[in-house]
T-cell receptor, first 114, second 115 residues
Framework: SAVISQKPSRDICQRGTSLTIQCQVDSQVTMMFWYRQQPGQSLTLIATANQGSEATYESGFVIDKFPISRPNLTFSTLTVSNMSPEDSSIYLC???????????FGPGTRLTVT | LAKTTQPVSMDSYEGQEVNITCSHNNIATNDYITWYQQFPSQGPRFIIQ???TKVTNEVASLFIPADRKSSTLSLPRVSLSDTAVYYC????????????????FGKGTKLSVKP
């Protein structure tokens, strides 16, 4: 399976600021996904990032709040903008497998907004 | 849009077989059933995937009845290290229509294995 790393692993940020989370994969992948997981809760898909096209956002998530970049086949960033305490969560990056039928997940970025 | 229902939690003892059932009454023709395992402070890990009948790999088995309205993940002879949350995900493969509202994780089943 692909090896996925995320930076930072955790951060504490002040209300009103923005944080960019990086996702790096050790091999080229077709699709990259960004999820949010609040403590003790399930995962919620934020958006799908394809190289060379705009990200596709799920209902309830907008580009102004969560801008995403996908400059190449191994890298993507998610920015959490104008943060509030409600944005405190774990943000996970995933990629599709070579077959396209399952996902591999990164370790997550734990964000706390004060 | 297939939604899933799983038990919130299950307890087991080391060496026992554990079966976790997931209900998905409105599964669509192009939906697959995928199970993920998640340990605290880690991202989910793929366990097994199936479309119908039975699938087995080195870690688990997945049983899917003919009507596909439910599925059962079977973990043979669990150990303490199998203590985790298990998610059942029903939908198209991620690359083939998996987004657009289709990649919906259920609430998961917290499995506790005791010595």
């Amino acid at each position: 399976s692909a090896v996925i790393s995320q930076k930072p692993s955790r951060d504490i940020c002040q209300r009103g600021t923005s944080l960019t989370i990086q996702c790096q994969v050790d091999s080229q992948v077709t699709m990259m996904f960004w999820y949010r997981q609040q403590p003790g809760q399930s995962l919620t898909l934020i958006a799908t990032a394809n190289q060379g096209s705009e990200a596709t956002y799920e209902s309830g998530f907008v580009i102004d709040k969560f801008p995403i970049s996908r400059p190449n086949l191994t890298f993507s960033t998610l920015t959490v903008s104008n943060m509030s305490p409600e944005d405190s969560s774990i943000y996970l990056c995933s990629v599709d497998s070579p077959s396209g039928y399952e996902q591999y997940f990164g370790p997550g970025t734990r964000l706390t907004v004060t | 849009l297939a939604k899933t229902t799983q038990p919130v939690s299950m307890d087991s003892y080391e060496g026992q077989e554990v079966n976790i059932t997931c209900s998905h009454n409105n599964i669509a023709t192009n939906d697959y059933i995928t199970w993920y395992q998640q340990f605290p402070s880690q991202g989910p890990r793929f366990i097994i995937q199936g479309y119908k009948t039975k699938v087995t790999n080195e870690v688990a088995s997945l049983f899917i009845p003919a009507d596909r309205k439910s599925s059962t993940l079977s973990l043979p002879r669990v150990s303490l290290s199998d203590t985790a949350v298990y998610y059942c995900l029903v939908g198209p493969p991620p690359r083939y229509g998996g987004s657009q509202g289709n990649l919906i994780f259920g609430k998961g089943t917290k499995l506790s294995v005791k010595p």
